[in-house]
């Protein structure tokens, strides 16, 4: 199993009661909130916990993008991945992911993956994601495209990478009467991609597609959701004729280890709630405009998860439906050889810095993890493939 | 009530419906975000002195969505070939918020079938300096609210309990309002260029107290058709025909009686 430490670097500074006055953490909520001062601050701390990761001997470390938003501090996480990017000595670089539908031109997001590739001597993963539908308010893309901008600016971008150049790309959203990409990607024939996602079944058949075979990692889902999207996944690999192998497959969550359960409970309590309860927190018709899903998966999520969403969430009730990996390093190691035999994943993406949680604690929590829980369970999900490459 | 019907009808490949009623000079109303599926006291108090044609825009109400919808241009040409196909010489057009803008888009590439415009509360063009409400990240209850301005109206509406099937429509409506108007918002780059080729007599309708388009929207879209001319409806929000019927019809009537070159 590999494990790779996903940041989302939140404005943990931020004014406690902001919701009090803001009924979103996104879009509508006044940037005055920002102190550029402490900003800056959190900026090197995060990036200090990336650096430990990779010291600790994680196999790589993620960040991802969101916009005008206190939940993560990352409008270009490609900014942060060239920063980390001559300061990593092993861990790879997961950008997971980039928001394609979102921009104008997606050869920007080809050109600096590859040159991230570059500097990294192909210790790089490229994430492609459609972003939540706060981006499409932030960035004002018609929601009602997002799909097939999406899947035209992955065709340009993958292109891009594999084509000799100059070629001709004339879509519907795109039109390039030169694709001539400089830098070319170090990796052959183009970096690894993942595709995070909540479950979709279009997603599924497309990352599983035999030409693709792209890593599907499921984020922020309860377990049950967890475990349903990737049988999903398998199953759509057999159906396209082949297995599925742990590569494949990848889960990111949010963690918390310490000396014993209770303590992990108690550290982690405040600060996995201000995640689920405040930093996460917009309204329905921020997070879903109209056009962005279609009508009926539209009906189905406001039906189901917002009727959810409603209610506070608690750290037990988040550990218990297993949306928050939470305890000592033997019932962590223990629930992940549980989920990894039932499910086969090959990577996790261990949130452990979430919400407000301070830096002395993430330091912690870091250690505990490297120290303790990755050496039980590295051996798990281990393809032949990987063990020959390694 | 006047009698009405509502007919399928398919233009440029595409099914849609069309609720008509009543008698004399024909009238086209282009609905707008929120659709027209339902004959409306409006629509009746207008059938008493038109023959009312009330389509549902390909991608609303009970109308087809075709593929070739991506925006206003379409629902554009779409409209110049459905007023070529249903037998009228000529129609009073009316059009209401986005179906406003949707006259607008006709009428300045071909106003040949347009005998006179009527815009009410029209979307369509962008006026610097002055924010327009933003329908996408309101709530149910404040897009309601922020649509009326008589409180009691928009109480009614919220406490009305929508079928199966309205439900239904009125999230289609919303996802085609989004496809049509959510960049840029309301508005095409290239139409307030071209207002100037209006030359048929144009009334615009606003209601004082609009939060969607407020009236500065309206003396803007006033200076930039030439002669039209501009009322201003007291204690109104974004429906003028719905919340302050008399006036609407009042207006309306007065208007085309003054301008028609025909029989009315």
Same mark, same amino acid.
């Given at each position: 199993?590999?494990?790779?430490?996903? @940041?989302?670097?939140?404005?943990?500074d931020?004014d406690p009661?902001?919701?009090?006055? !803001?009924?979103?953490? &996104?879009?509508?909520l006044?940037?005055?909130?920002?102190?550029?001062?402490?900003?800056?601050?959190l900026?090197h701390?995060?990036?200090?916990e990336?650096?430990? /990761?990779?010291?600790?001997?994680?196999?790589?470390?993620?960040?991802?993008?969101?916009?005008?938003?206190? #939940?993560?501090?990352?409008?270009?996480?490609?900014?942060?991945?060239?920063?980390?990017s001559?300061?990593?000595?092993?861990?790879?670089?997961?950008?997971?992911?980039?928001a394609?539908p979102i921009?104008? =031109?997606?050869?920007v997001?080809?050109?600096?993956? /590859?040159?991230?590739? !570059?500097?990294?001597?192909?210790?790089?993963?490229?994430?492609?994601?459609?972003?939540?539908?706060?981006?499409?308010?932030? +960035?004002?893309?018609?929601?009602?495209? +997002? @799909?097939?901008?999406f899947?035209?600016? @992955?065709d340009?971008?993958?292109?891009? &990478?594999?084509?000799?150049?100059p070629?001709?790309?004339?879509?519907?959203?795109y039109?390039?009467?030169?694709v001539?990409? &400089?830098?070319?990607?170090?990796?052959?024939?183009?970096?690894?991609? &993942?595709?995070?996602?909540?479950?979709?079944?279009e997603?599924?058949?497309?990352?599983?597609?035999?030409?693709?075979? #792209?890593?599907?990692?499921?984020?922020?889902?309860?377990?049950?959701?967890?475990?349903? !999207?990737?049988?999903?996944?398998?199953?759509?690999?057999?159906?396209?004729?082949?297995?599925?192998?742990?590569?494949?497959?990848?889960?990111?969550?949010?963690?918390?280890?310490?000396?014993t359960?209770?303590?992990?409970?108690?550290?982690? /309590?405040?600060?996995?709630?201000?995640?689920?309860?405040?930093?996460?927190?917009s309204?329905?018709?921020?997070?879903?405009?109209?056009?962005?899903?279609?009508?009926?998966?539209?009906?189905?999520?406001m %039906? !189901?998860?917002?009727?959810?969403?409603? =209610?506070?969430?608690?750290?037990?009730?988040?550990?218990? =439906?297993?949306?928050?990996?939470?305890?000592?390093?033997?019932?962590?190691?223990e629930?992940?050889?549980?989920?990894?035999?039932?499910?086969?994943?090959?990577?996790?993406?261990?949130?452990?810095?979430?919400?407000?949680?301070?830096?002395?604690?993430t330091?912690?929590?870091?250690?505990?993890?490297?120290?303790e829980?990755?050496?039980?369970v590295?051996?798990l999900?281990?393809t032949?493939?990987?063990?020959? %490459?390694? | 009530?006047?009698?009405?019907?509502?007919?399928?009808?398919?233009?440029?490949?595409?099914?849609i419906?069309?609720?008509?009623g009543?008698?004399?000079p024909?009238?086209?109303?282009?609905?707008?975000?929120?659709?027209?599926?339902?004959?409306?006291?409006?629509?009746?108090?207008?059938?008493?002195? $038109?023959?009312?044609?009330?389509?549902?825009?390909?991608?609303?109400?009970?109308?087809?969505?075709?593929?070739?919808?991506?925006?206003?241009?379409?629902?554009? $040409?779409? $409209?110049?070939?459905?007023?070529?196909a249903?037998?009228?010489?000529?129609?009073h057009?009316?059009?209401?918020?986005?179906?406003?803008?949707?006259?607008?888009?006709?009428?300045?590439?071909?106003?040949?079938?347009i005998?006179?415009?009527t815009?009410v509360?029209?979307?369509g063009?962008h006026?610097?300096?002055?924010?327009?409400?933003d329908?996408?990240?309101?709530?149910?209850?404040?897009?309601?609210?922020n649509?009326?301005?008589?409180?009691?109206?928009?109480?009614?509406?919220?406490?009305?309990?929508?079928?199966?099937?309205?439900?239904?429509?009125? *999230?289609?409506?919303?996802?085609?309002?989004?496809?049509?108007?959510?960049?840029?918002?309301?508005y095409?780059?290239?139409?307030?260029?071209?207002?100037?080729r209006?030359?048929v007599?144009?009334?615009?309708?606003?209601?004082?107290?609009?939060k969607?388009?407020p009236?500065? $929207?309206?003396?803007?879209m006033?200076?930039?058709?030439?002669?039209?001319a501009?009322?201003?409806?007291?204690?109104?929000?974004h *429906?003028?025909?719905?919340?302050? *019927?008399?006036?609407?019809?009042?207006?309306?009537?007065?208007?085309?009686?003054?301008?028609?070159?025909?029989?009315?």
């Open positions: 199993m590999k494990f790779h430490f996903f @940041h989302l670097m939140p404005y943990q931020i009661d902001f919701l009090e006055d !803001n009924k979103s953490s &996104w879009i509508t006044p940037n005055t909130y920002y102190d550029p001062k402490k900003g800056s601050k900026y701390r995060y990036l200090d990336l650096e430990l /990761a990779d010291e600790l001997g994680f196999d790589g470390v993620c960040v991802n993008e969101h916009h005008q938003t206190a #939940y993560g501090m990352m409008p270009s996480p490609n900014v942060l991945a060239g920063a980390l001559r300061r990593l000595k092993k861990a790879t670089i997961g950008v997971i992911g980039r394609l921009v104008d =031109n997606p050869l997001i080809a050109e600096e993956f /590859a040159m991230i590739d !570059n500097l990294t001597e192909g210790r790089f993963i490229a994430g492609f994601v459609r972003g939540i539908g706060c981006e499409y308010h932030a +960035s004002m893309t018609n929601p009602g495209f +997002s @799909h097939e901008r899947r035209e600016a @992955h340009l971008i993958v292109r891009a &990478w594999t084509e000799p150049g070629f001709e790309f004339y879509g519907k959203h039109h390039f009467q030169y001539n990409l &400089w830098p070319r990607p170090y990796q052959t024939p183009r970096p690894p991609i &993942w595709i995070p996602s909540q479950g979709s079944t997603t599924v058949e497309f990352a599983a597609h035999p030409d693709r075979k #792209y890593t599907y990692v499921i984020t922020f889902s309860p377990i049950a959701s967890v475990k349903k !999207n990737l049988k999903a996944y398998r199953d759509q690999c057999e159906v396209y004729g082949y297995e599925c192998p742990p590569d494949q497959l990848g889960w990111a969550m949010p963690c918390y280890v310490a000396e359960d209770e303590i992990a409970r108690n550290e982690a /309590a405040p600060h996995i709630e201000s995640l689920f309860n405040r930093f996460i927190m309204p329905a018709q921020y997070k879903l405009p109209p056009g962005y899903s279609s009508l009926n998966s539209y009906k189905a999520v %039906a !189901n998860k917002y009727a959810v969403r409603e =209610n506070y969430l608690t750290c037990d009730a988040l550990i218990e =439906n297993g949306m928050f990996l939470c305890g000592s390093a033997a019932t962590v190691a629930k992940l050889e549980e989920y990894q035999k039932e499910m086969g994943f090959g990577n996790i993406a261990p949130m452990l810095q979430f919400g407000t949680l301070p830096a002395e604690l330091e912690k929590n870091l250690r505990i993890f490297a120290g829980v990755m050496p039980k590295r051996h999900g281990v032949k493939e990987t063990v020959a %490459a390694e | 009530m006047a009698d009405h019907s509502s007919n399928r009808m398919t233009v440029a490949g595409c099914e419906e069309v609720l008509r009543g008698s004399g024909a009238m086209v109303f282009l609905h707008g975000a929120g659709g027209a599926h339902k004959w409306m006291p409006y629509m009746d108090r207008l059938a008493e002195h $038109y023959t009312v044609y009330v389509p549902s825009h390909p991608g609303w109400g009970r109308s087809d969505t075709p593929d070739w919808l991506d925006g206003m241009g379409d629902l554009a $040409y779409f $409209y110049l070939e459905f007023l070529d249903i037998g009228e010489d000529q129609v057009l009316v059009g209401n918020s986005l179906g406003g803008w949707l006259a607008l888009e006709v009428a300045v590439r071909s106003a040949a079938r005998e006179t415009l815009l509360s029209a979307a063009i006026v610097a300096g002055v924010p327009k409400g329908i996408f990240l309101w709530d149910d209850e404040e897009r309601v609210r649509t009326f301005f008589d409180q009691k109206m928009a109480e009614a509406r919220i406490a009305a309990t929508p079928t199966e099937e309205e439900s239904d429509i009125a *999230l289609k409506n919303h996802f085609s309002t989004a496809k049509m108007a959510w960049h840029p918002r309301f095409s780059r290239e139409l307030q260029k071209w207002l100037h209006i030359k007599p144009t009334l615009i309708l606003w209601g004082d107290s609009d969607i388009f009236p500065a $929207y309206g003396e803007a006033q200076k930039l058709i030439p002669g039209s501009l009322t201003i409806v007291p204690e109104c929000g *429906l003028p025909q719905q919340e302050k *019927l008399d006036d609407f019809i009042a207006g309306v009537t007065a208007f085309t009686a003054a301008n028609s070159t025909g029989a009315a």
